[in-house]
């Protein structure tokens, strides 16, 4: 590198400091590392993730993998790592919870809470315009995302006609047991 590329190394290296839209070029050269597949078309994970400005990195991508594999369950961050870690030996937990905020306030995953208070991840529909109504479990291990415009507008004249605010609450989620926690109440009596 010549003496004079340095300054403007420098200067660029600082511009871009915590800047999402505007990598430097030694990001960019991480980024396409990171990308096994730069060459050619891009996976739907690699678009998703590259049009909420995040680097489509190992962790990222195979904790995408696993939640779509999972659909309908919700995993946790410890599940996730039992399936993952054999697979790549560079996961770590501490990835693996990056990966999963990142991705959650990317607004890629939703984030909710099971039995014992654990944060349980599931993948959101990559639909435009899909409100992410959503059935699901007490348990929270199982979510289930619902796409039904009639049942939408049914429950929102139900909910207007009870006085509920519908302008604060864009989603409804219904909660309710699935049918292999009755199994395993019943199996407890």
């Known amino acids: 590198m010549a003496p004079h590329d340095e300054p403007s190394r420098i200067i660029d290296l600082i511009t871009?400091?915590?800047?999402?839209?505007?990598p430097s070029s030694k990001r960019m050269k991480h980024a396409a590392i990171a990308s096994p597949i730069t060459a050619g078309a891009k996976?739907?994970?690699e678009q998703r993730l590259e049009a909420s400005h995040l680097r489509p990195t190992i962790a990222r991508t195979s904790v995408l993998n696993a939640l779509e594999e999972a659909v309908p369950r919700c995993l946790d961050a410890s599940q996730m790592y039992r399936i993952l870690s054999p697979q790549f030996e560079s996961l770590t937990p501490a990835s693996i919870y990056?990966?999963?905020?990142?991705?959650?306030?990317a607004g890629l995953l939703v984030r909710t809470e099971g039995a014992q208070g654990?944060?349980?991840?599931?993948?959101k529909p990559d639909r435009k315009n899909l409100h992410n109504d959503t059935m699901r479990c007490h348990c929270g291990a199982r979510?289930?995302?619902l796409e039904d415009l009639a049942l939408r507008e049914h429950l929102r004249l139900l909910a207007s006609k009870e006085g509920f605010d519908l302008d604060k609450e864009p989603v409804f989620t219904i909660t309710m047991t699935c049918t292999g926690c009755q199994q395993l109440r019943k199996g407890r009596r």
């Open 16 to 22: 871009s400091f915590g800047s999402k839209n505007r």
């Open 43 to 45: 996976s739907s994970y």
């Open 98 to 105: 990056r990966a999963l905020n990142d991705l959650w306030t």
């Open 118 to 123: 654990r944060a349980l991840y599931a993948l």
């Open 143 to 145: 979510l289930v995302f």
